[in-house]
């Protein structure tokens, strides 16, 4: 990922990390999700969730109403 992008969110959860992607693109953020993800071990790998920078503080917001709901 290059310096344009920030990342708002890891967990080893992909469909956790895939929603919460759903919620920001729906809020108009544009966002990438990278899946480190290995067939053989899928329980231990990270997925992550970057935001373009000028929106990294917006998605964090977003992300924390949406986490204590």
Known sequence: MDSNWTLVLSDSDSTHVKIVQNLLDSEGLTTSMVD???????????SELYVKNEDAERARVLIEEFQNQ
């Open 36 to 46: 480190h993800s290995d067939s053989a071990f899928p329980t231990n790998a990270e």
